[in-house]
């Protein structure tokens, strides 16, 4: 009789090329032209912030860098302003990683929104530093943070799908 609601089923260890090619398609998902639809998240962001909970070995800072610089240079952006905004939310889902690892999915949303929230604001400064003049875009542009946070459960859930070990056990295996 099981009582919680947690799986018990084990996790085989993360492969390198699936989480570079999850990164590779949200960078492909964040340059699809969606117009100024405020509710459409930052899926390298969204994605990226996962990994470094996840994986704080493989990605990080330097992986956040790269991937901001692809951004913005494919958004034709000030340069450097989405690279710091995801080096910034790098750090910070790196450090909190071991933390949010202890919550359940739903909770582990509620900690991700203040980083999301965090990246956007660094970006709005960034890009309202590098060109004096701009306008604040406006308070519906944070909306893209809430919009990650309620497709925090699904990414995880797909994200984890190909690390899940089969259900079938070999009773000579010990474990």
Known sequence: MQLSNRSTRILQPAKRWFVYLSLFLALFLNYVPFGDIPWVPDWVALVLAFWCIREPLYIGMGTGFVLGLIVDIGHASAIGQ?????????FLANTLSRRIMWFPALLQALH?????LAAQA???GARM??????AFPGWDHFLSSIAGVVLWLPLTYLLLLPQFQPVDRDENRPI
């Open 82 to 90: 989405h690279a710091l905004a995801y080096v910034v939310l790098a």
């Open 112 to 116: 991700v929104l203040p980083m999301l």
């Open 122 to 124: 660094v970006m709005v």
């Open 129 to 134: 530093f590098a060109q004096p003049g701009a």
